[in-house]
Nanobody, 121 residues
Framework: QVQLVESGGGLVQAGGSLRLSCAAS????????MGWYRQAPGKQRELVAV???????NYADSVKGRFTISRDNAKNTVYLQMNSLEPEDTAVYYC???????????????WGQGTQVTVSS
């Protein structure tokens, strides 16, 4: 089994900052991409930011210049530093990781339970 545990969500005023963390644990041989998605009420889940095991990063246009994703491979942990938060950033944020549990396994995606981020105006 693989578990992703998120932390760091909460309530913040517009213009403020939050830092999300997500640690993967369990039977892990390797992790390819790790990233963050979010889902606002009444909307589809969308990609926020992703980093692969080579360090390549992609951001949603809406968060470029405000959010920074980083990864600690030794700890199987991914972070999301969110600055200049806007009410439109309010959503449940989900961590995702593409994990191979053995050297022969095809990586599959695992999800965290989600953490609420609320930005007040």
């Amino acid at each position: 089994q693989v578990q992703l545990v998120e932390s760091g969500g909460g309530l913040v005023q517009a213009g403020g900052s939050l830092r999300l963390s997500c640690a993967a644990s369990g039977t892990i041989f390797s992790i390819n991409a790790m990233g963050w998605y979010r889902q606002a009420p009444g909307k589809q889940r969308e990609l926020v930011a992703v980093v692969n095991n080579g360090g390549r990063i992609n951001y949603a246009d809406s968060v470029k210049g405000r959010f920074t994703i980083s990864r600690d491979n030794a700890k199987n942990t991914v972070y999301l530093q969110m600055n200049s938060l806007e009410p439109e950033d309010t959503a449940v944020y989900y961590c995702a990781a593409d994990v191979a549990r053995t050297s022969m396994a095809v990586p599959r995606r695992y999800w965290g339970q989600g953490t609420q981020v609320t930005v007040s105006s």
